[in-house]
T-cell receptor, first 111, second 112 residues
Framework: EAQVTQNPRYLITVTGKKLTVTCSQN?????MSWYRQDPGLGLRQIYY???????DKGDVPEGYKVSRKEKRNFPLILESPSPNQTSLYFC??????????FGEGSRLTVL | QKEVEQNSGPLSVPEGAIASLNCTYS??????FFWYRQYSGKSPELIMF????GDKEDGRFTAQLNKASQYVSLLIRDSQPSDSATYLC????????????FGTGTSLTVIP
């Protein structure tokens, strides 16, 4: 089954404790992206990647890191999480210029 | 800023009626246009995509694109309570590196 898989789906952590949200797709898509979704603000892009070893900042990259060492994986790293990073996070992938496929989302709470 | 604007709603329609959702975009380099449906707490799922001016129909859904007016819409015919969700408009702009830009969504409620 074609899918984008994110883990963990739910996470509660404390300020400053590094965490990684994994994202993996099995559709051989070149493009992968991370979004955060907050009430009233819609989907905002954090980082995106056009292909392996190619990443670039989206609209809200501060406090986040990514890497793209393999085509299928695009982890999101929060080196020192803060409460303002409490949000619902989505990973997505697509063929270039095609539709975006979304993962199921990861709900993160930073205390 | 590549703006995509949607009326946030809420939009309420009776069951069986036509729901009309609208979206405008600012960048004339926008090439592909997508409508996603999102239930509360769930991930967005694709409803329709459209690339060319005019109408595109898929079952009860019709997407309409007018590039001259920078306007894209989604019509839902014979609306059902299960259509109650937030609808996200998205545009893809190739010359920004395959970037997708989303509106904030329109909340639709179909009243039985």
């Amino acid at each position: 089954e074609a899918q984008v898989t994110q883990n963990p789906r739910y996470l509660i952590t404390v300020t400053g404790k590094k965490l990684t949200v994994t994202c993996s797709q099995n559709m051989n898509h070149e493009y992968m992206s991370w979004y955060r979704q907050d009430p009233g603000l819609g989907l905002r892009q954090i980082y995106y990647s056009m292909n392996v070893e190619v990443t670039d900042k989206g609209d809200v990259p501060e406090g986040y890191k990514v890497s793209r060492k393999e085509k299928r994986n695009f982890p999101l790293i929060l080196e020192s999480p803060s409460p303002n990073q409490t949000s619902l996070y989505f990973c997505a992938s697509s063929l270039l210029y095609g539709e975006l496929f979304f993962g199921e989302g990861s709900r993160l709470t930073v205390l | 800023q590549k703006e995509v604007e949607q009326n946030s709603g809420p939009l309420s329609v009776p069951e069986g009626a036509i729901a009309s959702l609208n979206c405008t975009y600012s960048d004339r380099g926008s090439q592909s246009f997508f409508w996603y449906r999102q239930y509360s707490g769930k991930s967005p799922e694709l409803i329709m995509f459209i690339y060319s001016n005019g109408d595109k129909e898929d079952g009860r859904f019709t997407a309409q694109l007018n590039k001259a007016s920078q306007y894209v819409s989604l019509l839902i015919r014979d609306s059902q309570p299960s259509d109650s969700a937030t609808y996200l408009c998205a545009v893809n702009i190739p010359n920004t590196g395959n970037q997708f830009y989303f509106g904030t969504g329109t909340s639709l409620t179909v009243i039985p």
